[in-house]
């Protein structure tokens, strides 16, 4: 959303290695806690947010992006931004993709849909041969 003014520290995990996704999840609890969040929706704020990291390090070239990780404020609200990105194949077909169930590698396929149910706000940018961005927001209660 435009009107969402971002704090001035942001912080920006990259994603390489299977173990990088334990920073990203630390990072999003501790802005989350700093943003006010409670224990729930810190926990899903980190459950989407690792899934979308996992996504990375499964479809983006090389397994390679990153996270960056920033409060967020509109007015008086207080939150947490997370935007993912990496400069892989793409995704062809967004809406598709939001799909519960569906996937190209035989997996679940519940990372982007189950993500979006758990955030308050969730965008897909990408087309193929471009990579992918996912913004993802969770508001202070
Ligand atoms: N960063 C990405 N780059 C390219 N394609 C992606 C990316 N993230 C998701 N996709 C595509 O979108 C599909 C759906 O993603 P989603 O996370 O919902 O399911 P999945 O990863 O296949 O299975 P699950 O996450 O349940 O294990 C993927 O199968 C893949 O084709
Ligand atoms: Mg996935």
Redesign the pocket.
């Known amino acids: 959303m435009a009107t969402e003014l971002a704090e001035p520290r942001a912080l920006v995990v990259r994603i390489t290695a299977e173990a990088d996704l334990i920073l990203v999840r630390q990072t999003l609890r501790s802005e989350a806690i700093a943003a006010g969040l409670g224990l729930v929706d810190q926990t899903k704020v980190v459950t989407a947010g690792s ?2 990291a ?3 390090l ?3 070239t090389g397994g390679r ?1 990153d996270v960056r990780i920033e409060q967020v404020h509109a007015g008086e609200r207080r939150g947490v931004r997370a935007t ?1 990105h ?1 400069d ?5 077909d967004i809406e ?3 799909r519960d169930g ?14 979006k149910r758990l955030v308050d706000e969730m965008t ?1 940018t ?1 087309a193929r041969g471009t ?2 961005t ?1 913004v993802i927001v969770k508001w202070k209660r």
């Open positions: 899934e979308l996992r996504n990375i499964t479809y983006a992006g993912f990496d892989g194949p793409g995704i062809e598709l993709a939001m569906f996937s190209t590698r035989g997996s679940l396929g519940l990372g982007l849909p189950g993500s897909v990408s990579g992918t996912v």
